[in-house]
């Protein structure tokens, strides 16, 4: 029994005491917590932070830094909002954090300004992180990665909104050169004159979101500047008529690592801007033909600029108007008699 005693208690020291034991962390009103920070700051690698969105108000100008692996940090009952009033955690972000296995949930996170004007709502310095439905907006950027090759990021279902510090260098998401950037079912949108969405990842999944400029001053809405291995299938892209930028997506045009390859395919992209532009820019670098299949292209002069080697351009549909059920209100779902049926997002519906 003694030697039974001793190995349970060995494993449960290999395990981590009683910090495996996942522990949830409440921050509200009538909580243990007043605000996330403190949570945040107290929380073991598994544990779950859980803020009460009907404490929204009280949490501004909480800024924290947290390396802590496996945590969660969610809002309940609505979305937790924070914004950071004039603070910032290390002279970076709201939020900067570097764990493993990361997870930020239901967050709305807003305002984050610093001298270097580079406030980002979260930046990842390390680890890996998945933000789910949250919503960053108005920050000089909304998230900003490290350059790291071990980091991992994926965001889903969520929103960016007007993030850019107007000098072009800062943007609504800014990926560093990280392994992989996966971005899903998400909407990225307005931003000032910085890109949409900017990523040096290795390998970039760009899948079923919402790309549009509309009344913003984007450049880019799409710019993988190192190329890499990028898959962008059944997303909206849509560059508005105040855009700094005729181009709507780059690759490699800051110069293209080894074997950077671009797969398009079931994308609607439209372009608002008068005097048009190129859908599609793909740097000499880029060494391998862009796979480009099943898109809808309207608005632009050019789709695909690659000279050598040709794309390898495949049931795309290039129309002055493909007949979208309304386009002033960026609805892109297609009408009856459209020369594009079977080609474009497959739900390019208007978002609010």
Known sequence: M???ALASLAAF????????QARTLAVGPGKTYNKPCAAI????????VQIDARGNG????DVCASSTARLTIEGVHGRARIAAAGASSQGKAIWVLSGAHVVVRDVELSGARVPDRNGAAIRLEGGSLTLDRVYFHDDEDGILVANDPRIDLT????QFARNGAGDGYSHNIYVGAIHRFTL???WSHDARVGHLVKSRAAINDIVDNRLTGRRGTDSYELDLPNGGRARVTGNVIE???????????AFGEEGAVAGSQLTLSDNTFVNDRPAGGTA???APSVTRPAIVTDNIVTGATTFVAQTTPKPRLRRNCLARDPRFRNRKAYDYRLSAGSPCHGRGAPAAVARP
């Open 2 to 4: 003694r030697r039974l």
């Open 13 to 20: 020291t290999l395990l981590g005491g009683a910090s495996a």
């Open 41 to 48: 700051a107290a929380a073991h690698p598994g544990d779950t």
């Open 58 to 61: 009280r949490y501004d100008g």
């Open 155 to 158: 965001i889903t279902r969520s």
């Open 184 to 186: 899903r079912d998400s």
């Open 239 to 249: 560059q508005g008529p105040r855009t700094e930028n005729p181009n709507m997506l």
């Open 280 to 282: 599609v820019l793909i």
